[in-house]
């Protein structure tokens, strides 16, 4: 082997010794709008941009294009960015660059989105804090955390109150870890949307609308959601009243629903403490909405259902509900697993009954119900889902 | 006035008598970000209204609505270089030239060239890597603008064409927001305005290939209809290049808002993805309490018309530059969705 020039090897050495990249301070104060939004402009690949202790009052949304910059704050209850004046942007911080960290900081009060990423891969969301500080309301914004078109997200240890749509939001996505992190007072705690490859784990969604979702809708670049392992959560207490517009796919989560599959295949639940949950504690159906999209698949597949601790069920079953009233007066309560019916190999092998709608088109929910208690535990088990693998730079920045 | 234009006459007068300002290329094709405008010598005059040699004023069939701003168009190219035709895409401008796009307001919008205020001056610059972003905002004196990579919010009053009163917060974009729209899909920024269809006016496409400043001009021109101008389009027509112009930037398949599903530019064919029947992915609130973006024969239930009519930053739609309601263009396409068809698609 030949020896390496001396000047290659620096150079070499300059692209990994972090000494080479700026820390760019900036503290709270008056004009915090266009010195955070400088500092987010002039960073340089490698960067870390340090938001110092205290309230920033932001005018507009802040935005971020430069890979490999890490923002970082001096924690989710000292460095608050307040969006609460905010005049234009659709959400209050947009990520748009590969290999961003952001950490230790608060988003409060965002008028549209509170962090959206977009084709961001391998973005790092940690001990972060996204919050409507009114309480849950239809005038809060949508998502909390919002990656979407991206491979690679891992979201730990976050806070999410208040959205009138998904706390944690990931839509369009591949390969994603959603774990240690607490979804409050929204409409749907955590939504995996439209993802291939998801690991949601030890996470704790209460006092939503619903707890945790995994949805797939048709009309979008990225469809046939598939792939997607919910465990080791606590999903309880989901009892706030659906507060979504109603032309939102969430408007129709029924109140107190602690885990809904719509139309996606390989989905494992297990291990997870679910209760407390008026409607129903899981609740696997077909898309009902008519659409002309031919390369929509509605209908749920391979679904496995085990191991999971069960509390309290469908003593109060929404509006959004069809036919819960009904099935309370019959049977005292809704069974904590519901099925429409639709699909295929569908495997339930928790302890509680569940009950099928009995539909053969999800669209017919609403005229065509036949309910009755079935055993899933016949079908065939699906294959194990593999473990989701980030790359290990990501679980580097936050060590 | 006429004190305006004297001191005007005595500048230009002063000009001449140096030597004719010439367009700074060194500046153009370094690596730089200038933090005076004056600097390129692009412009001259007071808040730079008058282009200086080889800067070529143009316009657009159907522009952006930018809150209700009067805008300058100039164009500038290298010498002896040309722009290549695109039939669709933005015409291909080569590198060394420059985009500029002055932004002001007139005391009245019913004398719009009376007592114009010149806010700011956009630059997009064709350098060997790629179009960059300048915006530099005017000083109160006209003199010069400075950039402002972060943008601002200026204050602006004038009297609306209704003869009533308009105040609004202004906002610069940051360069960030500049490639919020002038996104090209592939991690860079493209151009939206200049596309052969929506310069085909006056002559100007003409006027580009006789001056030797275009390629080619094929026999059989493509042109945009004016959105406003009923002469030059069907009523559909015109509101599917207002979409074009004022959203597909962003809502088109690679664009900023392509996860929507909703893709409105002038190509896209009928269905959902045109968001007639199309229900929203991750609109929020923005939706209200319409269930399709586009419902036929109810604009008052169509998502579109909703967020179109909203000042609200988690509603309103464009997200950037829409500190007013654009009401002639909501008119237009409420008049639009309105006359389509209630069977166009089924629905439920």
């Known amino acids: 082997m030949k020896p390496i020039p001396f000047l290659i090897a620096a150079s070499l050495l300059a692209i990994a010794n972090p000494a080479f990249a700026d820390t760019l301070r900036v503290e709270a104060g008056t004009d915090a709008q266009s010195r955070l939004q400088a500092a987010l402009i002039d960073a340089k690949p490698g960067d870390t941009i340090e938001i110092g202790v205290g309230r920033f009052e932001l005018t507009d949304g802040l935005s971020l294009d430069v890979d490999r910059v890490t923002v970082r704050g001096a924690g989710p209850g000292a460095t608050i960015l307040s969006f609460k004046a905010q005049k234009g942007a659709g959400e209050g911080l947009l990520v748009t660059a590969d290999d961003v960290v952001l950490r230790g900081f608060a988003v409060e009060d965002s008028r549209g989105d509170g962090i959206k990423s977009k084709a961001a891969n391998r973005i790092v969301y940690h001990d972060l804090r996204v919050e409507w500080t009114g309480g849950p309301k239809a005038s809060n914004g949508a998502y909390g955390i919002y990656p979407v078109e991206s491979t690679d997200v891992l979201i730990d240890k976050v806070t999410v109150r208040g959205a009138s749509d998904a706390g944690i939001y990931v839509g369009q996505s591949k390969n994603i870890v959603v774990r240690n992190s607490i979804a409050m007072f929204n409409v749907a705690g955590i939504e995996i949307e439209n993802c291939y490859g998801a690991d949601v784990y030890q996470n704790v969604a209460m006092h939503n609308t619903g707890g945790i979702l995994v949805f797939d809708l048709p009309d979008l670049p990225q469809k046939g959601g598939h792939t997607v392992r919910i465990f080791s959560n606590r999903t309880e207490k989901n009892d706030t009243p659906n507060f979504a517009p109603k032309g939102n796919i969430v408007a129709g989560v029924p109140n107190g629903t602690g885990v809904i599959i719509m139309a996606n295949r390989n989905v494992e639940v297990f291990n997870n403490v679910i209760g407390e949950n008026g409607s129903t504690n899981i609740f696997i159906v077909g898309y009902r909405n008519s659409f002309t999209d031919s390369g929509y698949n509605p209908l749920p597949s391979n679904i496995s259902i085990r191991d999971n601790m069960h509390g309290r069920a469908g003593f109060a079953p929404g509006p959004q509900f069809e036919g819960g009233a009904e099935m309370v007066a019959a049977m005292g309560s809704v069974p904590p697993i519901v099925w429409d019916g639709t699909g295929a190999n569908i495997r339930v092998t928790d302890k509680v009954p569940t009950l099928s709608l009995g539909l053969s088109d999800p669209k017919d929910r609403a005229t065509s119900a036949n309910p009755k208690i079935v055993d899933l535990g016949a079908s065939p088990e699906p294959a194990a889902l593999q473990a989701i693998v980030l790359p290990s730079s990501m679980e580097a920045a936050i060590r | ?348």
């Open chain 2, 1 to 348: 006035m006429k004190r305006a234009l004297a001191a005007l006459a005595a500048w230009v007068l002063l000009v001449s008598a140096s030597s004719p300002p010439e367009v700074d290329d060194t500046l153009i094709m370094g690596d730089t970000l200038p933090s005076s405008l004056k600097a390129f010598n692009l412009l001259s005059g007071p808040f730079g209204r008058i282009p200086n040699a080889g800067v070529t004023p143009y316009s657009l069939n159907t522009p952006l609505f930018s809150d209700y701003a009067e805008k300058f168009r100039f164009l500038y190219l290298p010498k002896g270089k040309k722009i290549e035709w695109r039939d669709d895409d933005a015409l291909d401008f080569p590198v060394g030239s420059v985009l500029v796009k002055s932004f002001g307001y007139p005391a009245d919008m019913r004398k719009p060239d009376d007592q114009l205020r010149i806010l700011e001056t956009r630059l997009l610059v064709r350098r060997e890597a790629g179009w960059v972003a300048l915006p530099y905002v005017w000083n109160t004196d006209g003199t010069d603008a400075i950039l402002k990579r972060a943008g601002m919010r200026v204050d602006v009053n004038w009297t609306h064409l209704d003869g009533k009163p308009r105040t609004i917060s202004y906002a610069v974009p940051n360069v960030n927001q500049c490639k919020g729209c002038h996104d090209n899909g592939a991690n860079g920024l493209g151009l939206i305005g200049p596309k052969a269809r929506n310069i085909n006016r006056d002559g100007q496409l003409q006027a580009l290939y006789a001056g030797g400043k275009l390629d080619r001009l094929p026999a059989d021109l493509p042109r945009l209809p004016v959105w406003n101008d009923p002469s030059t389009g069907s009523l559909e027509s015109r509101a599917r290049a207002y979409l074009d112009v004022n959203c597909a930037h962003c809502h088109n398949r690679s664009g900023p808002a392509n996860t929507s599903g909703l893709w409105l530019d002038w190509e896209q064919q009928p269905g959902p993805n045109l968001g007639v029947g199309k229900r929203p992915t991750a609109a929020g609130r923005g939706s209200g309490d319409g269930e399709f973006a586009i419902e036929p024969g109810h604009p008052d239930r169509s998502i579109m018309i909703y967020r179109m009519q909203s000042l609200d930053p988690g509603i309103a739609m464009p997200e950037l530059g829409r500190a007013t309601v654009h009401q002639e263009g909501v008119a237009l396409l409420n008049q639009w969705i309105a006359a389509m068809p209630m069977d166009a698609v089924r629905l439920k």
